[in-house]
């Protein structure tokens, strides 16, 4: 995989300093939509889903609502076992669901503000890979890795 770096839009939306807008940054650099249109909606559900109880992404975003979104957006998810992100189809836009971060891959190429390529925490040195979106459509049936089935999911 390569990598390529970038903030999402983040710097020209007026946005300074680091943040916890990785699943923002992703929407954004995956879908095409601007930083601010995504950062507000992201936080407009939020408020939402939560009742009132939490008021920004500004340091991060929950799963629930980040999953909501994107299926707003017509994207959908498609849940990984055993895998990493070097396993992904190396063709298509896709949302990689890494622990704790989200990040945007497109034909092979990771797109984010740091190299979230590499862990020192699997043998393999790849990031796990807990699931990704994609549109329907893409990427292509033989190419999606292997589906976390129900039953697995209650083993562990």
């Known amino acids: 995989m390569r990598y390529t770096q970038t903030d999402g ?3 020209d939306a007026g946005f300074k300093g680091k943040g916890g ?3 923002t940054r992703a ?3 995956a879908t095409g ?3 601010r249109e995504v950062r507000k909606s992201l936080t407009e559900l939020t408020i939402e889903m939560t009742g009132g109880l ?3 992404v500004a340091n991060g975003v ?5 999953h909501a979104y994107l299926v707003k957006l017509g994207w959908e998810l498609f849940l990984t076992k055993g895998s990493y992100l070097c396993d992904l189809p190396k063709r298509d836009t896709l949302i990689a669901c890494l622990t704790r971060h989200f990040v945007a891959v497109k034909d092979g190429t990771v797109f984010d503000s740091w190299d979230s390529r590499k862990s020192n925490r699997t043998k393999c040195g790849s990031p796990v890979l807990e699931g990704y ?3 329907p ?3 292509k049936e033989e190419d999606r890795v292997p589906l976390l089935e129900l039953n697995d999911f209650f083993k562990l």
Do not use: A, M
């Open 33 to 35: 939509l601007s930083y």
């Open 137 to 139: 459509g893409t990427p």
């Open 54 to 56: 939490e008021r920004s």
């Open 133 to 135: 979106y994609f549109k």
């Open 21 to 23: 807008d990785c699943v």
């Open 62 to 66: 929950s799963s629930p609502v980040s």
């Open 27 to 29: 929407i954004t650099i």
């Open 9 to 11: 839009g983040r710097l």
